[in-house]
């Protein structure tokens, strides 16, 4: 399974800004998954993030508001840009757990909330 | 495009008390796949299963898969606290580059001392 870290873990921020939330995972992987958990909800997912290519994003979310990069095999940032109050939610990446496998592993999360 | 249904949404039971969360879906599917997510925590992943009436155990979990793979179903004996979290299955979506899991919504388990 792959160890994955977040940062940052929480964040406040205020409407109209931006946050970058980093992924970082201590194997290289091909697939990486960012998605959105709000409070009791199930997971949506944003994007999927394949190093050397564009993000391809889910319905209801774009590139504008939701710029990814994936400039390794070992990291990803996700940016929340322009942010309202219904940006608020946790924001976790997630990986592949094998070459054939198809379990996901997740990271710890990002807690943010949008004032 | 695919959808996973997925019930109740709550239960709460006292602690010794069995627990059931079933995933429905209209399409045969290739795997299915259960997570745990504690209270403030990530989704952890518990087990896949692929194979049509399969069955699967860890501890006091159990783990099935229907005859026609449209079905799963994961049952805790004798819950405890330590089983508080909202348990997910999730479902392989379609083959191609960009395979992604489909979620169902996932049943919240309150367990009372």
């Known amino acids: 399974s792959a160890v994955i870290s977040q940062k940052p873990s929480r964040d406040i921020c205020q409407r109209g800004t931006s946050l970058t939330i980093q992924c970082q995972v201590d194997s290289q992987v091909t697939m990486m998954f960012w998605y959105r958990q709000q409070p009791g909800q199930s997971l949506t997912l944003i994007a999927t993030?394949?190093?050397?290519?564009?993000?391809?994003?889910e319905s209801g979310f774009v590139i504008d508001k939701f710029p990814i990069s994936r400039p390794n095999l070992t990291f990803s940032t996700l940016t929340v840009s322009n942010m309202s109050p219904e940006d608020s939610s946790i924001y976790l990446c997630?990986?592949?757990?094998?070459?054939?496998?198809?379990?996901?592993?997740f990271g710890p999360g990002t807690r943010l909330t949008v004032t | 495009g695919q959808q996973v249904m997925q019930i109740p949404q709550y239960q709460h039971v006292q602690e010794g008390e069995d627990f059931t969360t079933y995933c429905n879906s209209s399409?045969?599917?290739?795997?299915i796949q259960w997570y745990k997510q504690r209270p403030g925590g990530h989704p952890v992943f518990l087990i896949q299963?692929?194979?049509s009436g399969e069955v699967k155990k860890q501890k006091r979990l159990t783990f099935q898969f229907g005859e026609a793979k449209k079905n799963s179903s994961l049952h805790i004996t004798a819950t405890q606290t330590t089983d508080v979290g909202t348990y997910f299955c999730a479902v392989l979506g379609s083959a191609g580059n960009n395979r992604k899991l489909i979620w169902g919504l996932g049943t919240s388990l309150a367990v009372n001392p």
């Open positions: 299963l692929v194979k």
């Open positions: 997630s990986v592949w757990g094998g070459r054939s496998s198809y379990e996901q592993y």
């Open positions: 993030a394949n190093q050397g290519s564009e993000a391809t994003y």
């Open positions: 399409t045969t599917l290739s795997n």
